[in-house]
T-cell receptor, first 112, second 113 residues
């Protein structure tokens, strides 16, 4: 069965401190990997995807196939980073479609 | 562009009642999805559609039905609501599967008493 684990429900860091949100997945094959974010009173939205190798709002995510992890990192946290973060691998489910499986989420709180 | 919209925003049902949630998107996306989100859980896929006239089951399809008669609309039906279906329901759409971004609606908060 496909599983994704975000071990921390809540992560509190001080402004300016580094942030690492952990994500481990258990998938057969090579899933595509995403991080989604939900800011207070806003819709869930894509933060970044592995395939793009991009850095969004200072966040990066490194895929470690050996550890099956896709941790989200930012060197210096800002107050506006406070939000709920979801790791979401996408696996092929047949007939040309992919399904996202969302982790339970980590609430990041940045303390001023 | 409105993006993805959901109707209604809130609803309270009694056990056994039926209702339909409407999702509409104006981005000409092929793929549409219905998720539910419960406290302490991630989003779980109920049903999805890869194109007009097609639907498929997701992770938690029991108790729900869907229809995609028009490309821009994806309906989620509860024929006989149960308290276990109390949840926040999110609709999403994407231009394709795979590495394509899913765009989410604002959610519908449903309470079944």
């Amino acid at each position: 069965a496909q599983r994704v684990t975000q071990p921390e429900k809540l992560l509190s860091v001080f402004k300016g401190a580094p942030v690492e949100l952990k994500c481990n997945y258990s998938y057969s094959g090579s899933p595509e990997l995403f991080w989604y974010v939900q800011y207070s009173r806003q819709r869930l939205q894509l933060l970044l995807r592995h395939i793009s190798r991009e850095s969004i709002k200072g966040f990066t995510a490194d895929l470690n196939k050996g550890e099956t992890s896709f941790h989200l990192k930012k060197p210096f946290a800002q107050e506006e980073d406070s939000a709920m973060y979801y790791c979401a691998p996408a696996a092929y489910s047949g007939a040309g479609s992919y399904q996202l499986t969302f982790g339970k989420g980590t609430k990041l709180s940045v303390i001023p | 562009n409105a993006g993805v919209t959901q109707t209604p925003k809130f609803r309270v049902l009694k056990t056994g009642q039926s209702m339909t949630l409407l999702c509409a998107q104006d981005m000409n996306h092929e793929y549409m999805y219905w998720y539910r989100q419960d406290p302490g859980m991630g989003l779980r896929l109920i049903h999805y559609s890869v194109g007009e006239g097609t639907t498929a089951k997701g992770e938690v399809p029991d108790g729900y039905n869907v229809s995609r008669l028009k490309k821009q609309n994806f309906l989620l039906g509860l024929e006989s609501a149960a308290p276990s279906q109390t949840s926040v329901y999110f609709c999403a759409s994407s231009s394709s599967g795979g590495s394509y971004e899913q765009y989410f609606g604002p959610g519908t908060r449903l309470t079944v008493t």
